[in-house]
């Protein structure tokens, strides 16, 4: 078992937050290798932000994305950059706010900004983003993914994260129910 | 030119953000492209907290560490580990404190967590340890180093992460002067 996940967008958004996030979720919670990786080059400088997370049941020898499983896309250059390296039935997800223009792709489309800000702060919709990721994939357990969660946010923030992360897992039924439809 | 460097201790070292802003400093505020890289097995469980960076001046197409030209380890466990896969002529550095069998190494030695206490905050540790490391290897210049760390600390804490890496460049100074003599 591998997955390669990659989450995009631009920096702000807590996109570097939610990869190791993810990482500690598959390893320190469960009982996966991971490895989870931010690149910066000249795009760095214009704003974008990315992380790759790596979630092996073996010691993880090549530590990058060769073909995403999962993309998460939080702007429309990152959208427009990253689907070019995706395995066939790659899950993608995107904020639909933020990715107006999805060409040939059908992604998974939810409001993690505007949900965020329903909550009141704008600075959860990553939260609220491994909410949706987790009950769209099962690449860890919530279980896993809420006690990662716990375990990198302040303290007196759990509360606020725990709804994040509640309203991310029901923006993911929202969102599969419209699938099927 | 590609350089690798890693970072390695415990967990609440700061060992992750340490490897965080020092590819910020390589990248944001120098012209290198650079990758980071936290990996997670068995060992987090235990304790162990790992960051690499490879720095280069042009796209990284592997983002692991082959050969180490750099390694600071901040636990004997660590030390122990990662001295297997050094290139012949890397910079080695360890407190001394926590490492305090080295081998057939003679690596460069300063009292990263002690000079932290000194400073009253030992979580400074880790940006003492950015400050020697800068000042030892020229990996990125003083100047994008401090920008970095300004960058991604608390604000309020801003007077004392410089403090901690002017003590850091002082400490290796000394370090170096010891070695001449």
Same mark, same amino acid.
């Given at each position: #078992?591998?997955?390669?996940?990659? =989450?995009?967008?631009?920096?702000?958004? %807590?996109? =570097?937050?939610? %990869? #190791?996030?993810?990482?500690? *979720? *598959?390893?320190?919670?469960?009982?996966?290798?991971?490895?989870?990786?931010?690149?910066?080059?000249? &795009?760095?400088?214009?704003? *974008?932000?990315?992380?790759? =997370?790596? +979630?092996?049941?073996?010691?993880?020898?090549?530590?990058?994305? /060769?073909?995403?499983? +999962?993309?998460?896309? #939080?702007?429309?250059?990152?959208?427009?950059?990253?689907?070019?390296?995706?395995?066939?039935?790659?899950?993608?997800?995107?904020?639909?706010?933020?990715?107006?223009?999805?060409?040939?792709?059908?992604?998974?489309? +939810?409001?993690?900004?505007?949900?965020?800000?329903?909550?009141?702060?704008?600075?959860? *919709?990553?939260?609220? /983003?491994?909410?949706?990721?987790?009950?769209?994939?099962?690449?860890?357990?919530? &279980?896993? #993914?809420?006690?990662?969660?716990?375990?990198? =946010?302040?303290?007196?923030?759990?509360?606020?994260?725990?709804?994040?992360? &509640?309203?991310?897992?029901?923006?993911?039924?929202?969102?599969?129910?419209?699938?099927?439809?």
């Amino acid at each position: #078992m591998r997955k390669e996940i990659r =989450v995009c967008g631009f920096g702000g958004q %807590g996109i =570097v937050l939610a %990869g #190791m996030i993810l990482g500690k *979720a *598959a390893s320190v919670y469960s009982d996966y290798y991971s490895v989870q990786t931010q690149s910066y080059g000249p &795009e760095a400088r214009g704003g *974008a932000s990315r992380s790759e =997370v790596i +979630i092996s049941d073996e010691p993880i020898a090549f530590p990058g994305v /060769m073909e995403a499983d +999962i993309l998460v896309a #939080m702007s429309q250059p990152a959208f427009d950059k990253y689907t070019d390296d995706l395995k066939k039935d790659a899950t993608i997800i995107v904020d639909p706010s933020l990715v107006i223009d999805t060409g040939k792709f059908d992604p998974i489309r +939810i409001e993690f900004t505007a949900l965020a800000e329903d909550l009141g702060r704008k600075i959860v *919709a990553n939260i609220i /983003m491994l909410g949706s990721l987790t009950r769209l994939t099962s690449v860890v357990t919530e &279980e896993a #993914m809420q006690k990662a969660v716990f375990d990198s =946010v302040p303290p007196r923030t759990i509360d606020l994260n725990k709804k994040a992360l &509640e309203v991310g897992f029901k923006a993911a039924d929202d969102a599969r129910a419209a699938l099927t439809k």
